[in-house]
């Protein structure tokens, strides 16, 4: 995996130049502290905010969320602006996803999943120095990568020694009842140590071993559910689901077999052989109007999900809130700035919802 890290410190002066002028060291330096306390602290509330931030959408984040963010980077600099420095700021939410995503952890796949939906395959521009897409197509990959890659389970740290010398010298100074029992105090100080030691790696082996097999267990669903055929819900062969409702149909029924973020980074390969294809292109409104609206129903509860990285549950909502096929679409273009009529490949449509589902299941 590419060094995100250091790639963000060796670019960001150059990145920071295009929006403020007089980037002196100190105050780039300043700027990456507050970068890497953000990226360190940020939960996913903020990194939906950082999200809008950075694609300028159309509903900024809360005013709370703002200056929570804006925070690290007074705490970093105590010059810096809290308001009125919007261009900044949009650059600086951009290097604290890169930031984020740089970490590899489970943020970091939350971060990747927000930045390709919000980019919504072209539909959405980002104006930013840097391509924060790319990498996070990129971190996606690396991510699923690693998550698969096979745990080491023979620890190559040696087994703790227990020395019982100090406790030995106790002994010989105070030959008496207060000394031996001090000796034998220290002696089991020792072995507890040891003992907890050797836990704690054993405890860490099980999780690697556990998170490993259920990765196994999640690839082995998704291939029987390939190699059956047949769609989970409808229980019908996937030649009997119609061609416009499997993008959104064989996304969830994927999405809900992952066990870990960001899923497979063979989704792709997996949604194409189930029959998705790349040709004929399709609107969001010909996908979710072409659904089954108990189907669609299912998909919702009483969450409130964000036009900015949930565009098509948001699709999906206003659909079912006006039980038409029509009055919906308006609304929702104006709200999540997609045009009704912009189009993508069927195969992207199910990408996007796959990563769209995982977010709304796991966080």
Request: glycine share 4%.
């Amino acid at each position: 995996m590419q060094d995100l890290k250091e790639i963000l410190k060796q670019n960001f002066p150059v990145w920071y130049n295009k929006v403020c002028i007089g980037n002196e060291a100190d105050r780039v330096q300043k700027r990456l502290a507050g970068i890497a306390a953000l990226a360190k602290a940020a939960n996913d509330l903020e990194i939906e905010a950082l999200v809008r931030i950075a694609f300028n959408a159309k509903q900024p984040p809360d005013n709370v969320t703002i200056t929570q963010i804006r925070q690290h980077f007074k705490s970093a600099d105590e010059l810096f602006e809290m308001q009125n420095n919007d261009s900044e700021m949009q650059l600086l939410s951009g290097a604290s996803l890169w930031a984020i995503m740089a970490n590899a952890k489970d943020d970091a796949a939350t971060a990747a999943l927000s930045v390709t939906i919000a980019e919504f395959g072209g539909a959405r521009k980002i104006k930013l120095p840097m391509d924060l897409v790319e990498t996070a197509n990129y971190a996606l990959v690396a991510l699923a990568e690693a998550n698969r890659k096979r745990p080491e389970l023979v620890s190559t740290v040696a087994a703790p020694k227990v020395d019982f010398t100090t406790a030995g010298t106790k002994a010989k100074e105070s030959p008496n009842g207060d000394g031996y029992a001090a000796a034998f105090t220290l002696a089991a100080n020792l072995v507890n140590e040891s003992l907890a030691t050797i836990t704690n790696k054993t405890r860490e082996t099980f999780a690697a071993t556990k998170r490993f097999i259920s990765i196994q267990d999640e690839e082995l669903q998704m291939l029987w559910w390939l190699m059956g055929e047949r769609s989970h819900y409808f229980d019908k062969p996937f030649t009997k689901i119609s061609a416009n409702t499997q993008p959104l149909v064989f996304a969830k029924e994927l999405a809900d077999s992952t066990e870990l973020l960001p899923g497979p980074a063979s989704i792709s390969g997996l949604l194409y052989k189930a029959g998705i294809k790349e040709s004929k292109k399709l609107s969001i409104p010909d996908v979710v109007n072409a659904c089954d609206s108990d189907w669609l129903q299912s998909l919702v509860d009483n969450t409130k999900f964000s036009p900015v990285t949930q565009p098509i549950h948001c699709a999906i909502d206003r659909k079912l809130e006006t039980g038409d096929t029509n009055s919906w679409i308006a609304g929702w273009a104006g709200v999540t700035n997609i045009k009704a009529d912009f189009l993508l490949s069927p195969l992207m449509i199910a990408n996007l919802f796959y990563r769209e589902r995982l977010l709304t299941i796991f966080n």
